[in-house]
Every structure is written in C-alpha cells, then in structure tokens.
C-alpha cells in the first residue's frame, strides 16, 4: 500500500511524478500526464480477488474504446520498475488477455491507460480459468509426447517443465497474482 507520506516515485513511461490515488479502498500510483498505473504486488492480488475493488476498477471514468484488443506499441520499449529502477519484464496477463502489462516480480505491475479496466473485465468474463484449462491442455500434452518418446525407446528432445500448482488456494480469481509470479519466474 502506499504511504501518504512516501516519495513521489516517476512514472516508469513518462517520467512525471506519480500521484497517490484510491480506487474503491486500494491505494495505487497515477501518472497525471499518461494516466498510467502503478499497482503493487499485494495490491494487485487484492484487487483481483475481491469483486468489489473490481467493480471500483470498472467505475473508473475513461474513455471506451471500440477495439477489445487496444492499440500495439510501435516501438515497444521495456520499462523500468519505479521502486528498482531494473527493467521490468512484459507479458501477456494470463498467456491469453491479449493485454500486455509490465511487471517487476518484486514490487507490482505498471498498467497503461485502461489496462487495468481490461484486466478485470477479463478476470470477470472467465478468462483466467480459461487461461488455466489451456495450460492444463498443453500440459497434457506435452506428457502424451514425452510418454510417446519414452515408449519409442528414447528420452527425445523433450524437457519436462514444472506443473503449476493446482490447489484450493490457487484457484479462481485468486490465482491471478500467482499467474503473473509463475509466469515470470519460469526459465
């Protein structure tokens, strides 16, 4: 959360100050110039495990745009965290929001204008289960291979990643903060 008395911290794109701002009763930091937003990892999972900070989220005033998929970056350029100053990785939330945010595995996740908006409409709209059965899918898939390889006598060139992890704790809306700690810590 951030502190009322914490120092301004520059907007990782524009390099303006960020100001502290509250959405529903999560603090987050707002670029005044880009209208972009830094998230923390603790308010973040908050954010996505709680129907009531998302509909704070989806009340924000913005302009709506047509496409669902929003505009690509010509020039993409990586970000730097604003807490760390390292460079913060890109993903795509979930493999499959179509919705590319930047995040620092240590301390949150910077969202363009209206990424976060998208983000929760997606959450809502099933999408992180639906990322969750297709990872399943391509799991199963690359075990049937492997088994496959096995059985022809060989180890084949194939490499056994890490399974997710499927528990209670790890399911549902929840699971989206651990989503983006799993996808940025994979090698």
């Known amino acids: 959360m951030v502190a009322a008395d914490a120092p301004p911290e520059p907007c990782?794109?524009?390099?303006?100050d960020m100001k502290a701002?509250?959405?529903g009763?999560?603090?987050l930091r707002e670029c005044p110039k880009c209208e972009g937003l830094w998230v923390d990892k603790d308010t973040l999972q908050l954010i996505c495990s709680d129907r009531e900070k998302q509909a704070a989220v989806l009340g924000m005033p913005s302009v709506v745009k047509t496409d669902l998929v929003g505009s690509v970056e010509k020039n993409i350029r990586?970000?730097?965290c604003p807490v760390c100053k390292t460079l913060m990785n890109r993903i795509n939330f979930s493999r499959c929001s179509a919705v590319i945010v930047d995040v620092c595995a240590r301390h949150g996740t910077?969202?363009?204008k209206d990424e976060l908006r998208r983000i929760v409409e997606f959450i809502r709209a099933g999408g992180v289960d639906k990322?969750?059965?297709?990872e399943v899918r391509e799991l199963e898939r690359r075990r049937r291979e492997l088994d496959a390889a096995r059985a022809a006598g060989g180890a084949g060139e194939f490499v056994s990643a890490p399974a997710p992890r499927y528990d209670g704790a790890s399911l549902g809306i929840s699971v989206v903060a651990s989503v983006l700690d799993a996808l940025l810590n994979r090698k």
């Open 131 to 134: 990322a969750r059965d297709m």
């Open 21 to 23: 701002v509250v959405i």
């Open 110 to 112: 910077w969202f363009d």
């Open 78 to 80: 990586y970000l730097p």
């Open 12 to 16: 990782p794109r524009c390099r303006e």
């Open 25 to 27: 009763n999560a603090d």
